[in-house]
């Protein structure tokens, strides 16, 4: 008896989530969206995950617009979303009239599927999306965040299964996120979800380790019914097996895909092209990698992780803090390494190896999480480290959002006449202060795109005195907009390398030195912090509050001011007791380690 396989295709989400850092434009999307309509996907997957961040954190387009398009582009192809369950789409739980009305407005803008899922895998926090799915007469899918530990069991997954299946859900997805998946485990795991439930299953599965095509053949055999696949030219590594390799394996099988394989390559040849676009942010994590079996990051995190490394002028640290992750992971009662947890445990792991000391400073959502404000951890967390982080604060044990009052009224007003729709509140409670930024912009006409930099060719840029080819930019800066030519690159020299350039025709030089994790950049003219009472961070940063003003008592140890780094909040404080005699930053102020940014005086 035959069985034919569904195909879901990543290419216009997770796939450029794993290997560009989310970096895709819509403006590249649209022109092959009608012959990716006429492939005869199950599914698209174009919505959800880190996309909406990058819409307007980055690309400076409006996520909903987005989706529209691509609903009206596709009118044959079912198009589906990764949902984070009572996270939506940000790191933080959200009330449960946030969580109806942004299913509401996904659903009417075009999404069929919902992928469903919570980082700690507490079905508790699937309940409402599950329900707002349905009232909305779209595909509900439970999703279990696959990962391995000495909790997470075989049976415990066939549990969840069952649960979401109660819950209404329409269709079980097993999301390997990291590649952790090995195949004779996957074909275990299928059996005993299709032996105990009665739910189509779908495996999702990166090939970070090299797996994925095998985990996903051994997953058919025992009974999965679709598989998550990329276009080739943003397939395997971090990403997802090839959707041609996967239909050219099963052609001719009783597992036959159906899909016509010349299409997908015309479609492949496309993607190549317009990879080479986005080449600046190409990770340098995206090969087979077999570390992931120990450290579990997945595909998305690698790539981001690794792009913010290299942000922050840290990227040769990389090991360091793929060696700290399963510890701090340990450390937590082993949470599945998924947003906002992926983000959680690195970005805490990252701080502890920049600092040279565990949990010199933890992050507000390391906080959170150990307080319970995520929901139930699947093991027992240490019980040292979360005294260390909440006192003698309650733990929360009930599930989180029944805590929250209904928001969508105070998000409505807090925005005003910035929110010309429904969709754009949506936008602002996500991301409130780049959501405001972004409203603000667009109102203003002032949005502009991160520079694409030119795909570079042989013999594109010369060396200083050559002929080679200039490279433009258009650079705005605070309405100001300059044209600026680098017409040559001097040879490196002492850790120093000399840029050659003309800013609106006048010629200027250059001279760029690396930074370390302790040199800022940026023009700052802050001092450095040399007595006890010069409150200063450990890693560059943004200023999301100042807690204080001058004048102030102090205690030792209050927090006087909350950063930004990776998407991560945490306190800054108070090293001693005293009076704030000076403040040197306000919110939005970007900082450097090591930097005075307020001044007490004991």
């Not at 012959?35 to 961040?53: I, M, N, P, Q, R």
């Not at 590649?179 to 495996?203: D, R």
């Not at 993607?271 to 090969?287: G, I, M, P, W």
């Amino acid at each position: 008896m035959s069985k034919k396989i569904h195909v879901t295709d990543t290419i216009l989400r997770d796939a450029h989530q794993s290997l560009l850092a989310t970096r895709m434009r819509t403006e590249d999307m649209l022109p092959i969206c009608d012959k990716l309509d006429k492939v005869g996907y199950w599914s698209l997957e174009v919505w959800g995950g880190a996309t909406f961040d990058a819409c307007v954190r980055f690309l400076k387009e409006d996520p909903w617009e987005r989706l529209r398009k691509l609903r009206a582009a596709l009118p044959n192809t079912r198009l589906q979303m990764l949902l984070r369950g009572q996270n939506l789409l940000g790191y933080r739980h959200y009330s449960d009239d946030v969580v109806k009305a942004f299913v509401a407005k996904a659903a009417v803008n075009g999404i069929d599927v919902f992928r469903i899922f919570d980082a700690m895998n507490d079905v508790r926090n699937l309940r409402v999306a599950i329900e707002a799915v349905k009232a909305a007469g779209k595909h509900a899918q439970g999703t279990i965040a696959y990962t391995t530990s000495p909790v997470h069991t075989i049976d415990a997954f066939v549990a969840q299964a069952k649960q979401m299946e109660a819950m209404g859900c329409d269709s079980i997805a097993i999301k390997d996120m990291a590649g952790l998946l090995t195949p004779y485990a996957t074909g275990e795991l299928v059996k005993a979800l299709k032996a105990e439930q009665s739910l189509p299953v779908f495996i999702h599965s990166h090939d970070t380790a090299g797996l994925a095509a095998m985990c996903q053949l051994k997953a058919i055999e025992n009974g999965a019914d679709h598989i998550d696949t990329a276009i080739s030219s943003f397939a395997w590594g971090t990403s997802h097996p090839g959707t041609e390799s996967m239909v050219a394996a099963l052609k001719g099988s009783e597992f036959d895909t159906g899909l016509d394989l010349e299409l997908l390559q015309e479609i492949g040849l496309y993607f190549y092209a317009v990879r080479k676009k986005y080449h600046q942010f190409e990770s340098e994590f995206t090969a087979v990698d077999t570390r992931v079996q120990v450290n579990q990051v997945p595909g998305g995190m690698i790539s981001n992780l690794a792009n913010q490394l290299k942000e922050q002028g840290a990227l040769h640290r990389m090991n360091e803090v793929l060696a700290e992750i399963p510890r701090v992971r340990e450390d937590l009662g082993f949470p599945p390494l998924v947003t906002p947890t992926s983000q959680i445990v690195g970005t805490q792991a990252f701080f502890n190896v920049l600092a040279g000391e565990r949990y010199k400073t933890i992050t507000n959502e390391v906080k959170l999480y150990l307080q319970g404000g995520y929901g139930k951890a699947p093991g027992v967390v240490n019980d040292q480290l979360r005294r260390q982080a909440i006192g003698s604060e309650e733990v929360i044990d009930v599930r989180p959002a029944d805590l929250l009052k209904p928001e969508m009224a105070k998000l409505r007003s807090d925005i005003g006449n910035l929110a010309k729709s429904e969709e754009d509140v949506l936008t602002f409670a996500m991301f409130p202060d780049i959501g405001r930024k972004f409203l603000e912009e667009r109102d203003a006409g002032t949005l502009t795109p991160e520079v694409l930099l030119p795909i570079p060719e042989a013999g594109a840029v010369g060396s200083a005195g050559g002929e080679g080819v200039p490279t433009e930019f258009v650079i705005d800066v605070h309405g100001e907009t300059y044209r600026v030519d680098i017409t040559g690159v001097g040879v490196k020299s002492e850790g120093k390398r000399h840029f050659y350039l003309s800013i609106d025709g006048m010629p200027e030089e250059v001279v760029f030195e690396p930074l370390n994790e302790f040199v800022g950049g940026g023009g700052s003219k802050r001092k450095q912090a040399s007595e006890p009472g010069h409150v200063s961070t450990t890693m560059p940063g943004n200023i999301v509050d100042v807690l204080v003003k001058e004048g102030d008592m102090v205690k030792a140890g209050q927090a006087v001011l909350i950063t930004e780094a990776m998407k991560m909040e945490t306190e800054v404080q108070s090293a001693i007791a005293g009076k704030v005699v000076a403040i040197h930053v306000a919110k939005g102020d970007r900082v450097n380690p090591g930097e005075i940014l307020i001044e007490i005086e004991g």
